[in-house]
């Protein structure tokens, strides 16, 4: 098999990349020497629905805050305790995971259903792109994002007992929820939230929404799929082809097959219920991302209790799962720290003072791409909907009516950047996610920047309606 030594092989696979450690260290440092040149300036600020929302037209020059050098080391550690409640969160899952995989009930489960495909190939076809429309809606209808990271470490077996590879198994949650998410018709986590910074009427533009869901959705499963068929028909394409085949001699039990024991049966019923009540939980109670975390925590325990692992072999399961997402820990912490250097330094609202300026000068049959594509740029730094509607619905929508584009539109193209959030380094779910998938940042990029082009694509022709055709009707 060539590898990224071989002098055969084309230039991007003999490229060492750095460690994906290394890659976000970088950005924090360029951000860093950003701020020494950059002006300082802020925009004045009011609370709605209990956040802090910039004012438009008050943005202004501040005194220069100058950051020194030292920064670089204790960014991160400010990275740390300001995303902590998501680094609580990774390092649970891990944990509850690990017990969960440590009971062997998800191998058997997995056996099972691949005997059953076996024997009906007929669904087999159908398993994947069923399961990515059904995380799909679940992004699109309550903005599923971090409570997708769990099902990583299921699919992914699941896949490549399917003849599959790792990639379709992480594609399975991770692509689906974020279809559903970039073109959401009732998330409430951005659509709602924007178009109420917005003034618009809730869930207003709902039909050609729901169009631009079923669109986007078919785009990403269509690409999954044919990658999927590519390692089918010739497992040596697979861009982790190697991560897997080590998978397989690491991985104890995971391709077992044997007889089902009442313990093995109780734990899949028992972790079925618990992801109903993590549903639940979302929908009815709103749990935030702490929440969560006590949740995933309780669940490791019922899990591993329920398999008769014992106290002493639960916490042992435990600590090596939550080890190993340490790694995406430190990530996290770094992606944050961009956040807290841009934010320290009083430049952010400069940037995004600096985007808006540009936007205003273009003519409007173009202003609604290049708010895309400023929200694209900002969505690099700021990975939270609501946080990212929250700094730019009040300043953008104003400015869309100066421009002649709908509110509507302009919500709307903040919609539909969400659709790159799965290439980016800085975003702590996609790192969370190929950390818990085991696939380096680099080939998860290579492989996914093709599928990018063709969302950035669509979404720039799903953008032209609004602008000229719907301009005076519902949308």
């Not at 952010?348 to 600096?354: K, P």
């Amino acid at each position: 098999t060539p590898t990224i030594t071989d002098s055969a092989a084309p230039l991007y696979r003999r490229i060492r990349m750095p460690h994906t450690l290394v890659l976000v260290w970088l950005l924090v440092s360029i951000v860093l020497a950003a701020s020494w040149v950059v002006p300082a300036g802020e925009f004045d600020r009011t609370d709605v629905a209990g956040r802090q929302v910039p004012l438009p037209g008050t943005y202004h020059r501040v005194e220069k805050v100058t950051l020194g050098p030292g920064m670089l080391l204790v960014s991160p550690i400010k990275g740390f305790t300001e995303g902590a409640f998501l680094i609580a969160f990774l390092l649970v899952i891990g944990g509850s995971f690990n017990v969960l995989q440590e009971s062997g009930a998800v191998e058997f489960g997995i056996a099972r259903l691949t005997r059953v495909l076996a024997r009906r190939p007929s669904l087999e076809v159908l398993v994947v792109p069923a399961l990515m429309v059904a995380f799909s809606l679940a992004g699109s209808v309550f903005g599923m994002a971090e409570s997708m990271i769990p099902f990583v470490v299921v699919f992914v077996p699941l896949a490549r007992r399917l003849g599959y590879d790792s990639i379709v198994g992480t594609s399975i949650p991770f692509l689906g929820a974020a279809a559903g998410f970039a073109a959401a018709f009732l998330n409430p986590f951005t659509v709602g939230i924007a178009q109420q910074l917005a003034g618009l009427p809730a869930n207003s533009g709902f039909g050609y929404r729901v169009f631009t869901w079923i669109v986007g959705t078919a785009v990403i499963v269509a690409y999954v799929m044919r990658h999927a068929r590519k390692v089918k028909r010739d497992p040596e394409s697979s861009p982790v082809r190697d991560i897997d085949l080590l998978r397989e001699t690491t991985d104890h039990g995971v391709l077992a097959e044997g007889r089902w024991d009442a313990r093995h049966v109780v734990t899949l019923v028992l972790f079925g219920l618990a992801m109903a009540g993590l549903v639940g939980g979302i929908l009815a109670l709103k749990w935030d991302i702490g929440a969560l975390a006590a949740y995933f925590l309780g669940m490791g325990i019922a899990l591993g209790l329920s398999a008769g692992l014992g106290p002493s072999r639960i916490a042992t399961a435990f600590v090596a799962g939550a080890k190993n997402m340490v790694g995406v820990a430190f990530i996290v912490a770094c992606a944050r720290a961009l956040l807290v250097i841009g934010r320290d330094a009083k430049i952010l609202d400069t940037a995004l003072q600096a985007s808006f300026l540009f936007v205003s000068a273009l003519p409007k049959g173009i202003a609604a791409h290049l708010m895309f594509a400023v929200q694209c740029v900002i969505n690099f730094f700021i990975h939270s909907g609501t946080a990212q509607a929250a700094l730019t619905m009040p300043i953008l929508a104003p400015l869309s009516d100066l421009v002649g584009v709908t509110r509507q539109t302009c919500v709307y193209a903040f919609q539909l950047c969400e659709f790159i959030n799965p290439i980016l380094p800085t975003s702590a779910v996609t790192m969370g996610v190929l950390g818990a998938a085991g696939i380096p940042w680099e080939r998860w990029a290579r492989w996914f920047l093709p599928l990018m082009w063709i969302l950035v694509g669509l979404s720039v022709l799903l953008l032209i309606p609004p602008v000229f055709l719907f301009r005076y009707g519902p949308f």
